[in-house]
């Protein structure tokens, strides 16, 4: 099947099966959701539309990093967009994590049934008391005992977890290392291991969470796996994050761009059809012509800015790109929250209403200019990079 | 007591009771806090300083819009603050509607439990097929029929609904008046009443609404009521609506305000704990500085700008200072949503968390920039008016 | 020559002679800058780099639109760099149309001097008494009397009038068409013509404006000149300035990101080299380098969106590409009042002074917010556009 | 005479003498202009309006703070209302301190000439060298001598130093001491002295400078001058400096605030006179409506930071306002920096021009966010001292 063809049945399928389930489905738990969810993805493999992103021989279509961009896009402007094609976060980096650094026995346990659609997993990296904008320090500690480590600590934020089979954790396993980049290591643990404690789902802006829409705290009290969990080697925690972040930037930035199209189009809808007065409409208002000027012209330029910035990816490798990287994330993130807010107050009362999408986007991507490293560090570190170059 | 007094005594409540019920009583339904907020009602009347802003022959404290304007900054710095000492929208506007328009009988029957704290009511206005920004645009028709009216029609953000005794409808009366400003009356109808529909109540950013905490949308089917129950005279809706909305609007923006100051608080104290890294705080940033001072001078400024208002309302009365009204509508909310933007930002991931009140913020007062005339119509108006006097 | 050789070629000629006469260059009149000039431009011919934008038979390098793009932000990065390869507006533009749309006589008598350097032209389309956000209204009227036209009208902004040959001037010839973009033509006129008449060069932001650097104000009083000076023919004044526009705009604005790369780089030259306290350099505050990593995105966006529309441009002509033309003439060039603000503010007082080009910047390109169209007025039509299409 | 009496004949003069010598006035030399402003002096002089910020015993009209304030907005709407009523910076903050802290000699010689307008002067501070953001570090030192000081140093934009008979210089007298605020003193110098040399008028922004509106940059080559000219005493320097902080920000600050009644006026003046097609004017698009509503907002929000900042000066001296005074200089140049924008934005080209005095606004005003402490330093003490209270 040609790129262009399964665009275009990819963005007909989730206009037509998932925007027709709104508002109903942004608005029922994820119980509720998860038969209508689970039937939509038969349909995508059916349609030989699975895992997009995943190479030919895992089963995947084996899309370019540029073309998943533009995949992830279009899946972007729905919310389930992603998950009903199995290359939802946090899932999909843990596939690509695996398949790069995991055994064969950690493929055959974790990998395979991930790939099918069959479990659900998730990642452990942020901490409550450690501040994210600084990532070698953490809390979380994995201590040697024979051929076991032996892991403390205490996680939130881990998306997906309730209701998933494992969790890829970040954790401090060589402290005495000088290079504080050598000393975090990525460990897999099934979630029903002893010692590993599920506290809470951390409400979200209203929302309680629940099975992959769960934003998770959790404990690790004396809890115990075996070496043979260890990802990638002792000490390579950073080194693999580096890698998993250049293409999980371009997927979720690419995703935010889709959720401003569809604001977008939304705020284009609502204008062209809602009459103010004496046969006017939104659209006359010169206010409203500024606001769709300029979400038109930011958009577009998110848009070229990841699409340049995935290509140096490609070329260049991640380490490489990281200016780039560091300034999609500030810059979509904010495009994003602009055109989200805007769309809202074209849409007056009924744009903080659930009735439409746009108080849902609202509210959950606002988190945008957190995650990932807040817009602030990397402006900093941006700014810094740039700077060295004039210091030498 | 003197206003000195009072307010310090209103501080202390707000910061020990309501405070310290936090985050639970943001996050559980109307149902499971009422009791709570009823024996904080108890403790205000027991306190004397139960409805600040009623005249004290109906048993208020009679403070002047000013002083209240004043109180009601420190008790918006809780949501429930106005709550506990019976001055919540939509109620303080009725009971003030009342008080100037209601004949005795209408006093009798829904003022007077209305400032006991027996009840609660709510005002009918927007409309789902109706632009907010042309207010006289309304689908809501009342028709004489001998003693009474037959009313239908379509209402929706009809705050308070769920539970009320009574709502205020505003609706066309006289659809044959040149005058479009004379064309609608304000009409009271007990929730009970046959043919007034409950349809649901919104849900907004989230939240399902209930009780006070509802927006409803409701249906008149052949609603039949006695033109015993139209408030202040047929036809004169409008010209009471103008008379609720200048100290409406100082009471809002100083609840505003409340929140501003709160949101400040808890952004500096989150600045001098978070540690980022060797021994550095938060604090120690400059962006956050940045944000501080402008949110400082910022906050300054709105309070400034309402108190001008309520000067200007006192002295020349809501209609002439319009102008004023229209700024700090539009001045404050921005004010508003920005400073809990940043505070949002300074917290990071526990700033969209629930755990904190930051979040709940910022979805409910999103709406601040589109209820009672959205940024843009406040802007046109004041516009046309400084150009009206440079035209003649 | 290859591309890349002629590009490195042209930007070191551009620091090594040109930066070099700074500030000395800018702040002179135009007769004492004249003489270095003209020693540049025949060093530019010896070089083989002259008229890069303009096709081979006729003397140039021939490069294509998104080439001679990349040639126009290295030219950009100083205020002569477009003067001293003769590819400096409005000159560019009336080679371009006098080679699409000139007959013999006319590429003779006007096209070839111009190429030659020998001669400056100007092009008169702005008047004080239209606005310029409509312009198919003009006062400027020419009326047949046999073979020639007789011309009356009052035009300003005519930039680089003193001192000229001839101007091409856009006017009414066809005032009675029913469609008023075929009302207008552009006709040359030699400016030692009888009737037209030098009023004055209009002092722009303290500058008092001379030679190549002036905007004038002129009058037509019954100027008679012969019908053989119609560009292109009767009417098609606005059919011509349509083809002249897109190339134009993306010129223009890579000239804009050549300004914003130059106040960059002195930006952090500042910042790495000024001392505030205790060894600590401006680089060191998060607030320059906030500033730093919003120019670098922002400029590269606005370089990505600009290239985007070159090719767009290059596909599909200007007319199918002005939603993409207007894009970049207001991103643009907010962009480049951002990043020269910036600038200024890290150099302190320095920045304000005419020591440095930043003042100058700030200065001149003011207008750009203003001239080919407002701002407002493309952020109308672009949205219009698109809003169109949700019409349909 | 009353003070609003005051006010109206202020107000008349300035114009009805000084707006209808525009845009004369603006765009020429100082000594051409100079007889007519000499002129006006003696015209106020006459009408009982000389020295409105003096006290009475000196010859001024004993305007309180706030007074002065509301004069200085009136001034401030023409570039030479200060001058003419002889309170124009430097020479009023001059005057202040001289009488607050000038020996009988040193006010024979140097004030009592400058109140009766036969002299200039001006104020030392600036160097080159060292940032502004912390004037405690200075490079100018005077080495005690005997009875003189002997200075070296270099300084520049010390305003109207051309033509001035004295100025007042800000130099390390006490190099040794631990209090890094008591090592500085003020010395009064004539202009003639022997080792004071004028390098130049440093040019700004296209303006050469000359007279009163030169920015002079001057040396000291072991200039000679008796210890009588310390100002205040030895090691006083800073805190004569906070003395004359306060209220010179809010003169600045109104004088700026006159600056944007003066574009305000002019904008909406231009609005509802210059049609743009079909008998719409630019009052008529929501763009220009929304400029003029934001900025009314946000002068009338300035103006009441600065009459609050006033009231806390004249309650608690400067020293303890210094938040308040912070948080008018930057929210108040950010208002003026706007508000001058959107007024030349709405003039099209004209705006850019020397025929109407916005330009010139535009270009000088740029340094409001610059001298007295750049916006970010002001911000950064601003909130370092909020997160102070914090911390305890």
Redesign the interface.
Known sequence: MDFEKIKIKIKKLVEEELFSLEPWII?VGWEEKLPKLNELREKVKDMGLWLPQIPKEYGGLGLSLQQHGEVSEILGTSPYGHYIFNCQAPDAGNMEILIEFGTNEQKEKYLYPLLEGKTRSCFAM?E?NY????PV?MGTIAKKEGENYIINGHK??TSGFDGSSFVIVMLITKPEEDNQHKRASQIIIPTDTDGLEFVRN??????PGGGWESHSEIKFNNCKVSSSNVLGGDGEGFSIAQKRLGPGRIHHCMRWIGICERSFDLM??R??S????HGKK??D??????W???C???I???R??VK?AAEKIDKNGSYKSR?EI??IK??CANVLQKVVDYA??VH????????IIL??Y??HE??A???DG???V???R???S??KL??S
Chains 1, 2, 3, 4 share one sequence.
Not at 202 to 207: A, C, E, K, R, Y
Not at 274 to 277: D, K, P
Not at 348 to 355: C, I, N, R, S
């Open positions: 608005n942020t409550p501040a994210g904008s600084n320090k939130w934020f951390v409400q979200i802006m209203g929302h284009c809808k204008a062209v809602r009459e103010i007065s939104l659209a208002k010169q206010t409203i012509q500024n769709i000027a300029e038109r012209a930011e577009n330029a998110a070229l800015l340049d200016s560091s300034i500030f810059y809202i107050q007056g009362a009924l744009g903080v209403t659930d009735d108080a849902s609202y509210r606002r988190a200019r957190i995650y807040a817009d602030e990397h402006k900093s941006l700014a810094r740039i700077l004039y210091n």
